[in-house]
């Protein structure tokens, strides 16, 4: 069969189309493409079919996995597809692995160096109990988060566009540098041994809620990486979509009501913001995915992220 | 009822249009008089109660596009509208020792006359109005037809060719002016240690303020060459 690529302008990429099997799949066609550009390996390629000019449906994504064929409309032998190069990318594994190493690397210096009297702050000065859990505390979340990027999740996608890498990295390093700065400093006020302890306590058990919760998404996929979506059930999944979200966000809270900082309480709520958008994201593809038809159950009745509120 | 509503939209964004535009060709008028007669230590005492009046009204700009009363982009008037209340209140005003600086003079005046042009041509950035009766412009005008005359949108669109960078200079020559003194008072700051453990440095966060605007700077003006070049070749269809 041929296949005609064409960039989103309608230029053609390769004069006279791509020659494939009759039985291709579209993996093959971007191997085809890669090997005709040599620039554009296929976790950057995004094809798309064709819309009509004007219309304002959302372009059908090629699955790598199905074959041409049933992207053809009827007995047509020909299939045009639109290309967009999505940059270079780095897989997610690559990605989470240099976002969370900032903060494991970068908060225990504030605790352990003498780093403040680069701040104007000379002299000796008392650590509290808090502040050396606090940075045990954090620094065991953020080894978790990287074990559970190597041995736990099943990502949807393979890569991510390398330009996450800077902004995802700016956003942690900088907070957590931020953070680090405010709870190790030589002025810093404890607050109670009661307060801290119950806050330690309760993130913990967030912590380790959270990580059941991870063990339940990737049960939810297949080792060999096909990704898809399924409904989440179990343990809190069955009450709130995003489980894991909400035991990640009320895991910061705990390690807030320990540390009480404005600097962490900030923290907590712009990751509460950003986990809330990507989980109305979810929870409506998850209700469109699952509408009850054609043999698929009916997404059930399910909290967001945060009960009572959304 | 609809109907009721727009028009009463319309006559309180002419009202408000109105009202900002004789403030800052108050302070336009009073700039120049006092520079000329007085010297340019007392711009700022002639002009301050218009200034910070006309200048902290831009606040309801930001409200009217976030509620939609106008359509203009919140993103593009934030950052200018953010360093304009910083400067007049966050640095002239707070710190008093800035205020006889020539850079005052060279500030409010370009301010003034920027502000004077937008708000005569607004008209032209507004949607389709059904109701043309009246329109205000600068130079007492009458639109009947719907846009401000050509002449008035290539002035607003090219003079800030000037006006942006003796602006801009002005403002960030004022927070550098001001810096010893922000140090020096202390004021604005919050010191550790306290229950909430949090800092703040009202210097560093003008230092801050600076850098941004280095970047800041050529975006606003690359911006206002984007419109210009929009508006006038749309104009020129006409």
């Known amino acids: 069969m041929k296949v005609n690529v064409v960039t989103r302008s309608g230029r053609e990429l390769f004069k006279g189309g791509i020659e494939l099997n009759d039985s291709a799949t579209v993996a093959d066609l971007q191997e085809a493409i890669y090997k005709r550009t040599k620039k554009f390996c296929a976790s950057r390629q995004r094809l798309t079919l064709a819309v009509p000019p004007g219309s304002k449906e959302k372009p059908t994504v090629l699955s790598s996995k199905k074959s041409l064929k049933d992207y053809c409309d009827g007995n047509s032998n020909t299939i045009t597809v639109v290309f967009k190069d999505l940059g270079p990318q780095v897989s997610y594994r690559t990605l989470f692995f240099w976002e969370y190493l900032g903060p494991l690397i970068i908060y225990p210096i504030f605790y352990y160096f003498p780093v403040y009297q680069f701040f104007g702050y000379n002299g000796e000065y008392v650590k509290h109990p808090v502040q050396k859990y606090a940075c045990y505390y954090w620094c065991f979340h953020y080894f978790k988060r990287i074990m559970e990027t190597f041995f736990v999740h099943r990502f949807s996608h393979a890569t991510s566009p390398l330009s996450n890498v800077f902004r995802n990295c700016a956003y942690y390093w900088t907070f957590g540098a931020v953070i680090a700065y405010y709870v190790n400093h030589p002025l810093y006020t404890p607050v109670s041994e009661l307060q801290w302890k119950i806050g330690f306590g309760f993130g913990l058990l967030c912590q380790l809620a959270n990580f059941y919760c991870h063990i339940l998404l990737k049960n939810l996929r297949s080792p060999d990486g096909s990704g898809g979506y399924q409904i989440p059930r179990g343990f809190l999944f069955n009450i709130v979509t995003c489980a894991n979200y909400t035991t990640e966000i009320y895991q910061w809270i705990g390690f807030n009501i320990a540390t009480q900082t404005v600097a962490g309480y900030v923290f907590v709520v712009v990751a509460a913001g950003i986990m809330t958008n990507w989980a109305l994201a979810k929870h409506r593809r998850l209700k469109k995915l699952f509408d009850g038809k054609d043999g698929k159950p009916k997404y059930p009745r399910r909290w967001v992220i945060l009960p009572p509120f959304l | ?238």
């Open chain 2, 1 to 238: 009822m609809a109907g009721f509503l727009s028009l009463l939209k319309r006559v309180y964004l002419s009202i408000y249009n109105w009202a900002v535009f004789f403030g800052w060709a108050q302070v336009l008028y009073f700039a120049v008089k006092t520079l000329i007669e007085s010297g340019h230590e007392h711009v700022y005492n002639a002009v301050e109660k218009p200034l910070l009046l006309a200048q902290t009204a831009a606040v309801l700009e930001i409200i009217h596009g976030l509620i939609g009363l106008v359509r203009s982009p919140v993103s593009a008037t934030l950052p200018q509208i953010g360093s304009r209340l910083y400067v007049t209140w966050g640095i002239l005003y707070s710190f008093p020792e800035t205020q006889t600086h020539f850079l005052v003079s060279s500030l409010v005046i370009s301010w003034a006359i920027t502000e004077i042009k937008q708000y005569a041509c607004l008209r032209d950035d507004s949607e389709g109005y059904e109701w043309n009766i009246i329109r205000y412009s600068f130079f007492g005008v009458k639109e009947v037809f719907g846009s401000a005359p050509s002449w008035l949108q290539w002035l607003r669109y090219s003079t800030f060719f000037l006006l942006y960078p003796t602006g801009i200079s002005s403002e960030v020559g004022l927070i550098y002016i001001a810096l010893p003194y922000i140090k020096n008072s202390g004021k604005y700051c919050i010191r550790m240690p306290n229950k909430w453990n949090f800092s703040f440095d009202y210097y560093y966060a003008a230092l801050l303020v600076l850098a941004i605007y280095v970047p800041g700077s050529p975006h606003m003006y690359t911006y206002m060459l984007g419109q210009r070049k929009k508006v006038l070749s749309k104009s020129k269809r006409e």
